[in-house]
């Protein structure tokens, strides 16, 4: 165990676990979209889960953080807000938040967030950006909706840990990143039909289960059996 000081309280983390993941066990919220807790080497892409560390001269991501002993670590203050805010708001410009429609709606970590954090869902400081993708993922039995997915990478890494050569992956760079589907459409069938962590591990709502027909399932009572949000790691 290692001992470190979070918020002027004293607490043991297990050795191999990072920073958030200690945090987080021991009731310590510290906000974050693209951690999964066996996850060895965490994107850190959702910039959400900055704190301050005595010595280290500017703000970190905690998901990145081996706990040393004796390190004494903050997770509130005006600038980590700031920074958070930012990230959150940079994030949500390009999610098409369309909440009624969704089925993550109610339940939603964004909608946690938005409120914890004081941001609006649509936020005015920067130019919406549509994500719309013209092509849907090549995939017998998913669809996902470009527009809503926030590539936190959730669905990529349980992919990978089912199966390590992952079906889901990503294509393209920079702002056109998508989430796709890689692989012969008959494996896929074999392999994901009695899987699924994908779908349940998303977010938001952007991977979905596709009907018979090729339509998206949105059930009108909003909670698809197949669809089961489970937002940020929490403590
Ligand atoms: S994931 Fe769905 S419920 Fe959450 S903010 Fe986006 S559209 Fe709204
Ligand atoms: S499809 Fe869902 S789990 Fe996958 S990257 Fe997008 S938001 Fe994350
Ligand atoms: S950057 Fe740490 S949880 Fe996303």
Redesign the pocket.
């Known amino acids: 165990m290692v001992r470190i000081v979070v918020d002027g309280r004293e607490i043991f983390v297990d050795e191999g676990k990072s920073l ?1 993941q200690g945090c987080l066990d021991h009731g310590i919220f510290i906000p ?4 999964l807790e066996d996850m060895e080497d ?8 900055f704190v301050e560390i005595e010595g280290m001269n500017q703000p970190v ?4 953080v081996e706990p040393k002993p004796d390190m004494v670590v903050n997770t509130s203050s005006s600038e980590l807000l700031r920074l958070q805010r930012t990230s959150l708001r940079l994030l949500l410009s390009n999610h098409e938040a369309k909440c009624k429609a969704c089925p993550s709606n109610r339940r939603c970590i964004l909608q946690e967030l938005v409120k914890r954090f004081g941001v609006r869902i649509r936020p005015r400081r920067y130019d919406h950006i549509d994500r719309e993708v013209a092509e849907d993922i090549e995939h017998p039995l998913l669809q996902i909706v470009h527009s809503r997915c926030i590539l ?1 990478g959730k669905c990529v890494h349980v992919c990978q840990r089912q199966y390590g050569s992952p079906i889901l992956t990503y294509a393209r760079r920079g702002i056109d990143t998508i989430i796709t589907a890689f692989g012969d459409v008959e494996a896929m069938y074999a392999l994901c039909e009695t899987c699924l962590a994908c779908v349940e591990v998303c977010p938001v709502s952007a991977l979905l289960l596709r009907e018979p027909s090729g339509a998206i399932e949105i059930p009108a009572d909003g909670s698809p059996e197949a669809t089961i949000p489970c937002g ?2 929490t403590p």
């Open positions: 958030l974050n979209l693209c951690y965490p994107p850190g892409s959702c910039r959400m889960c991501v905690s998901c990145k936190c940020g790691a």
